[in-house]
């Protein structure tokens, strides 16, 4: 079963940076878009990024100009860049996976959190 893996999480302080990675567990599919998503405790998931097939992103208005998602140079790999993290940047974040048959991948998440 193919899995997507979360890492780069942690915890850092306000105003610092991470770099979430996300990779397939195999390469035997051919993931063509992704996106990020985070879930505080209490509230919803929401979406915070993502890439189309096109190469074309969209980000969430709470972190426009601060996170940027990218393609990594190996198959079925994506990157999410968060700068100046602040508190409500704490969440558990997620990565989505779609592959050329439209079905839906998720990995188990990673912590990040932020303190002041």
């Known amino acids: 079963q193919v899995q997507l893996v979360e890492s780069g999480g942690g915890l850092v302080q306000a105003g610092g940076s991470l770099r979430l990675s996300c990779a397939a567990s195999r390469s035997t599919i051919n993931l063509n878009a992704f996106a990020w998503y985070r879930q505080s405790p209490g509230k919803q998931r929401e979406r915070v990024a993502g890439?189309?097939?096109?190469?074309?992103?969209d980000y969430a208005s709470a972190v426009k100009g601060r996170f940027t998602i990218s393609r990594g140079n190996v198959k079925n790999t994506v990157y999410l860049q968060m700068n100046s993290l602040r508190p409500d940047d704490t969440a558990v974040y997620y990565c989505r996976g779609t592959d050329t048959g439209l079905y839906i991948y998720w990995g188990q998440g990673t912590q990040v959190t932020v303190s002041s």
């Open positions: 890439i189309s097939s096109g190469g074309t992103t």
